[in-house]
């Protein structure tokens, strides 16, 4: 019986490719290179500055210039977070149902607290979460389950009774090692080469609203 639902933020509770590839963008303008599309950007778009860092400009953390390049980008992304990111259609009809029958939900993520408060604040979800655990909240972020499992104690439901949706296999294995109930946004950012079948889940959907068929059975 699921009797709460944690969501991962980028790639699965919103659509947030639009202003983390514009802060790609910006920092390839930096450096006289034309700006990428989108669709090249987005299935990246749920590995952090790291992942699209190495995408855009083909650096590692090792590189000379990588520290300026990702203060360039995450300045740029914190100035204009929300600009363009928006709930995947129907997220804001699948909280509504959630909330009608009085399943609490929340956010489990990767990102940074200090980048994912205030865009859930500026979305207007904030306050209706009845948790959000970010990248740094805990000592490990995902694959590890510590996050997991501090949200389960935050709403008070237990890691056997909840169900976490998400978009990549981070979030299926953290999920599994968590004993949650592990369903995969396949309408997320998932690479058009990735083997969805071998990833540790009890499903997949192709939209949100179809996760109600896993919570009312």
Not at 73 to 89: G, M, N, S
Not at 98 to 127: C, F, S
Not at 190 to 212: C, E, F, K, Q
Request: hydrophobic share 40%.
């Amino acid at each position: 019986m699921v009797e709460a639902v944690l969501f991962d933020l980028d790639g699965t509770f919103a659509d947030t490719a639009p202003d983390l590839g514009a802060a790609l963008n910006h920092v390839r303008a930096l450096y006289d290179l034309p700006p990428l599309p989108l669709a090249t950007l987005r299935p990246q778009a749920s590995h952090g500055s790291r992942g699209l860092l190495k995408l855009g400009l083909g650096v590692e953390p090792d590189a000379p210039d990588y520290d300026k390049m990702r203060d360039a980008f995450l300045q740029h992304y914190e100035e204009h977070i929300c600009d363009r990111t928006v709930l995947f259609p129907g997220m804001a009809a699948l909280i509504g149902e959630l909330e009608q029958h009085d399943l609490p939900w929340g956010i489990v993520t990767n990102k940074p607290h200090r980048y994912t408060v205030p865009l859930m604040e500026k979305l207007g979800y904030a306050k209706r979460a009845a948790c959000l655990v970010s990248g740094d909240t805990c000592e490990h972020s995902k694959p590890h389950p510590m996050p997991m499992l501090h949200a389960s104690r935050l709403i008070g439901i237990s890691p056997q009774q909840c169900l976490y949706l998400g978009d990549d296999l981070r979030d299926m294995e953290a999920a599994q090692a968590a004993e949650m109930t592990g369903i995969i946004a396949a309408y997320g950012y998932i690479d058009p080469a990735a083997d969805l079948g071998s990833w540790p889940s009890s499903g997949r959907i192709a939209t949100p609203l179809a996760l109600l068929r896993y919570i009312q059975g």
